[in-house]
């Protein structure tokens, strides 16, 4: 009985799911060519080369010609940047994630055939821990609706 009650809590204290943001609703088609050779233009980009480099012997797995490229900046910290398979251009997230109190979930949250983009916990370790969801443009992270 106890445990029914717990569970009647935790689905009245969650949002509804028909309001979140949902990977369908962002769709894109895959590029399917070869990866072009990561753009390593600034001193910071350098710095990631083997992560970006590694990265790019892969294959399309965000936005449909994106390869997201992650690496720790910390205990619990994920950082990264997204790599355009297609011109080669790198560009850094523009925040880092981390701190969530769900386990569960991967600190970032992407399909192949999508422009959606969540992030589950804090950005730049700052409140709320949550799940953050952003739209991909091609060029920025645009935050969703009553973020």
Known sequence: ??????????????????????????????????????I???????????????AAKGRPDFAGH???????????CLGGAVLDARSGVVEFLPWSVCCSSN?????????ADSRLLIANGML???EPDTAHYFEFDGTRFQPMTGQ
């Not at 717990?6 to 990866?35: C, H, M, R, W």
């Not at 390593?40 to 590694?54: E, G, P, Q």
């Not at 994106?66 to 619990?76: E, L």
């Open 103 to 111: 386990f569960d979930l991967e600190p970032l949250d992407y399909h």
């Open 1 to 38: 009985m106890l445990r029914q009650a717990t569970l009647a809590l935790a689905l009245l204290a969650t949002p509804a799911l028909a309001d979140q943001p949902k990977f369908s609703y962002y769709p894109t088609e895959i590029y399917n060519g070869k990866v072009a050779k990561p």
């Open 40 to 54: 390593l233009d600034t001193a910071d980009k350098r710095n990631f080369r083997t992560r970006i480099n590694d």
């Open 66 to 76: 994106f390869i997201i490229v992650k690496w720790g900046c910390g205990a619990s």
């Open 124 to 126: 730049n370790e700052e």
